[in-house]
């Protein structure tokens, strides 16, 4: 009994937790946002089949932008300003391309279509808006490993978090102070 617990607790030291490969680049800058709120409202309709995968998919762009929200802007109190941001659309929809080439293997394209609104309000009223919408796209093998797939996805999701962060930087930087 003493060798069979010693030889479990040896090969348990062996073994480590598996990888999380879905990650997005971390991001360490935060801004300070002259509101006393910054809220985030999706608004997003999902679906739960093909060609729709953003509920397959680890983290969906909608959760990615929620959680970065959250991590990156700070509101600073003392003023009645509030920072929405609308999630009007998220989705990442999966198209299969046949190939036609025996050499070559049959692929899945992934596009990620988004619009997010970023509302600047004060007592009710809206001060400024900002649209922020734009594509993204990812083609990966189909018989890829699941993995690779995610990577694509996390890429897909980071390119609009950048996109994101630009526009908020450019059209509402007298908000922001790093």
């Not at 003493?2 to 030889?7: A, D, N, P, V």
């Not at 941001?85 to 992934?110: C, M, R, T």
């Not at 490993?145 to 007298?174: F, V």
């Amino acid at each position: 009994m003493k060798k069979l617990f010693w030889i479990v607790f040896l090969l348990s030291g062996c073994m480590t937790a598996p990888q999380k490969t879905f990650q997005v680049d971390p991001d360490t800058e935060v801004f300070q946002v002259q509101a006393n709120e910054v809220i985030v409202i999706p608004m997003t309709t999902h679906f739960d089949m093909l060609p729709h995968v953003e509920n397959k998919m680890p983290t969906s762009p909608e959760e990615a932008i929620s959680e970065w929200a959250k991590m990156h802007l700070k509101a600073t109190s003392g003023t009645p300003q509030k920072l929405v941001i609308v999630i009007e659309q998220a989705d990442v929809l999966k198209a299969d391309l046949p190939s036609g080439n025996l050499f070559k293997p049959d692929e899945e394209h992934y596009t990620l279509n988004y619009k997010i609104t970023l509302h600047l309000r004060q007592e009710g009223e809206i001060l400024k808006t900002v649209p922020v919408a734009g594509k993204g796209f990812v083609t990966v093998a189909k018989k890829a490993a699941l993995s690779t797939k995610e990577k694509g996805w996390a890429w897909l999701i980071q390119k609009m978090l950048t996109h994101l962060k630009i526009k908020m930087k450019s059209d509402l930087q007298n908000v922001f102070t790093e």
